[in-house]
């Protein structure tokens, strides 16, 4: 399994994850189920429902490469309308 390192930035505050997965789908899917609601500023329950239910339908159109980046992504979510970014990087490739 590859692993995968999540920088959330939202509402002035990074919050800082990995995620174990197989692809980098499944595992913004297991990063939105495993937000924290207690270590995110002003984000709550329906905050993370709102996150979860964006990123079930995610596709790779999703997300994107970061530019002369290798192995960055980020994409964007609007819970409850508010806005926050996710750069992803692959932190490690090792089973």
């Known amino acids: 399994m590859k692993l995968y390192t999540f920088l959330f930035d939202y509402k ?10 197989t692809s980098i789908l499944y595992a913004i899917r297991q990063w939105a189920s495993d937000l924290e609601i207690d270590a995110i500023a002003e984000f709550t329950a329906r ?11 995610y596709t790779d159109d999703d997300y ?4 002369t980046l290798r192995n960055v992504w980020c994409f964007d979510v609007a819970p409850c309308g ?14």
């Open 12 to 21: 002035g505050g990074t919050y800082i994850s990995q995620q174990r997965s």
């Open 82 to 95: 508010d806005f926050g970014i996710i750069h992803i990087v692959l932190t490690s490739s090792e089973s």
């Open 47 to 57: 905050h993370k429902e709102s996150v979860i239910e964006e990123t079930a339908g």
């Open 64 to 67: 994107g490469a970061v530019d």
